[in-house]
């Protein structure tokens, strides 16, 4: 004989586990939002500790930080390239999508198996924990208490809203409870977000003490641009590039935390003279003043990661002399706060060229996303071998001793700016009215200056275009070019001509290893007026 019985579908909850048969849809999608909510209060406490704490760091900002130095370069260059200079908040945006993405699957799976779901949490907060530890200044017991409170509060909420999730869509007052239940764990997840990151900029300022620096009279100064150096022509880049329009490219994630009370730079290795010193001292030191124009080797032919400013610092060379550096030194190697590595050749701080230590960008000091305290600014050498932010540390050794940070993932170790010209405007795909118009845009090769700019349209003759007064030779130069513009679609390119007289290749090569090159062109329609 065979039985047969009809089962009610029903939960059976323990201590670790919550077990259904079958959930209604409607719980299965409130069960998913509130592994969101949970996902984001977890992320959101990560911030808030890092808020809270000046030693720790943002565990979503130590992940990005190990997403950065893991993966290929291929994939950095494609950051760079879609984001430009948003590509840390891009990396910052996906990060918090994929933990949301994540906590909406744990959310779903948890009431058949909630242990799975502390499972989950733990991991989360196990790999932020794991990422923060990887940074110089935070101490595992940091680190792990960091990661395990952000899981366990994850855990609490997703427990709490798994137990307000109606069993039925249709029961209103269950489902207005679930709902101000995923409101109110949101709410603090936005509160908890926002006060860590308003806490991580406020202590940022207040333990570096910059608001207090006083910059020093300098040595050697230059003159502010005047109408020679500068065209007025809309569209065109500035002449100098104000601090909080110049380009960004670094690997530091979050804008390291530096106290300048504790703050010292440390000239050391093949030396006879290692020493130390402190903000102040360094700031008693003779500064001179100078314009030079700092390009990312990541640029693209056209591209806008590149910038000229008035610097203000400690000419390298002296402190070098103080040093005293030794026969066989031929790499110097600048090391920031973060142990991000630079190494350039040894020759190329007695060259001649620019090369400070510097304090001070357009007449204030360093801004923190530029390097404050100090940086090093060397002319004509692109920033991934030279620019250090945040400098803590010069060290004289060999060439084949020591790889700083980028070479190991294929960029070539020596790296002088190339030739460059851009056409700021027209821009691509620009539509203009037929009749006199001004092409115009900037020129570049730090430490060898520009001396000629040409113009040609369809591939026609090459004008020579009238340049702005030099700077100086490490700063770029605007130019710009009278054209009677006919109705049509048209193809503008440049190319500029270095002091020594080399002119910029057209031939086409991208970014890696060294430089992008080629001549910048642009495509635009040019209309009649209307009748």
Not at 111 to 140: K, L, N, Q, W, Y
Not at 144 to 158: C, E, P, R, Y
Not at 209 to 225: F, K, N, S
Request: charged fraction near 20%; aromatic fraction near 8%; hydrophobic fraction near 45%.
């Amino acid at each position: 004989m065979v039985h047969s019985s009809k089962r009610t579908e029903m939960a059976v909850a323990t201590e670790s586990d919550v077990t259904i048969e079958a959930p209604p849809p409607g719980r299965v999608r409130g069960d998913g939002l509130a592994g969101v909510a949970a996902a984001a209060l977890s992320l959101a406490a990560g911030e808030a500790i890092a808020g809270a704490s000046p030693t720790v760091p943002s565990l979503v900002e130590s992940v990005g930080g190990w997403v950065i130095d893991s993966v290929p370069p291929w994939v950095k260059d494609f950051a760079i390239r879609t984001f430009g200079i948003y590509d840390k908040l891009a990396l910052v945006v996906g990060i918090v999508v994929v933990a949301l993405l994540l906590g909406y699957i744990v959310g779903r799976l948890a009431r058949r198996r909630f242990s799975a779901a502390v499972t989950a949490f733990v991991v989360f907060g196990g790999v932020g924990a794991a990422a923060a530890a990887r940074e110089p200044r935070v101490s595992i017991g940091q680190a792990l208490l960091a990661g395990a409170v952000a899981a366990l509060l994850g855990i609490i909420a997703l427990r709490w809203l798994l137990r307000r999730n109606p069993p039925s869509p249709v029961e209103a007052s269950s489902r207005r409870a679930f709902l101000i239940g995923l409101g109110a764990v949101g709410g603090l997840a936005i509160a908890a977000a926002g006060g860590g990151r308003w806490l991580i900029s406020r202590a940022r300022r207040a333990i570096s003490g910059r608001e207090e620096v006083v910059l020093p009279l300098a040595l050697e100064t230059v003159p502010d641009p005047v109408a020679a150096n500068s065209f007025e022509v809309e569209g065109l880049t500035p002449i100098v590039v104000p601090n909080d329009q110049f380009y960004r490219i670094d690997t530091a994630l979050s804008v390291p935390r530096v106290d300048l009370s504790t703050w010292t730079l440390s000239i050391k290795g093949m030396v006879d003279r290692p020493f130390q010193i402190s903000y102040a001292d360094l700031m008693d030191m003779d500064m001179v003043e100078r314009y030079v124009t700092l390009s990312c080797v990541s640029n693209n032919v056209g591209g806008d990661l590149v910038g000229n400013a008035k610097w203000l610092g400690v000419p390298l060379p002296g402190l070098l002399d103080r040093a005293g550096v030794q026969t066989g030194a031929e790499q110097l190697v600048g090391r920031s706060v973060d142990d991000f590595t630079v190494g350039f050749p040894v020759a190329a701080a007695f060259d001649g060229r620019e090369a400070l230590v510097a304090v001070a960008m357009n007449g204030e000091p360093l801004p923190f996303e530029h390097g404050f305290p100090a940086r090093l600014v060397v002319a004509g050498l692109y920033g991934y071998v030279s620019a250090t932010k945040w400098l803590k540390e010069i060290e004289l050794t060999t060439w084949d001793a020591f790889d700083a940070y980028w070479i190991p993932r294929g960029w070539a170790k020596e790296a002088p700016i190339k030739t460059q010209s851009r056409i700021d405007t027209p821009g691509p795909r620009a539509q203009i009215i037929s009749g006199l118009r001004t092409i115009a845009g900037v020129a570049w090769a730090p430490n060898r200056g520009i001396s000629k700019v040409e113009v040609s349209v369809d591939n026609g003759s090459w004008r020579e275009a009238e340049l702005s007064e030099p700077l100086g030779q490490d700063a770029w130069r605007q130019w710009r070019l009278d054209w009677v513009a006919i109705s049509g679609r048209h193809e503008i390119a440049v190319r500029a001509t270095d002091g020594p007289g080399e002119t910029q290749t057209r031939a086409e090569t991208p970014p890696a290893p060294d430089g992008a090159t080629g001549w910048h062109t642009v495509t635009i329609m040019v209309a009649d007026p209307a009748a």
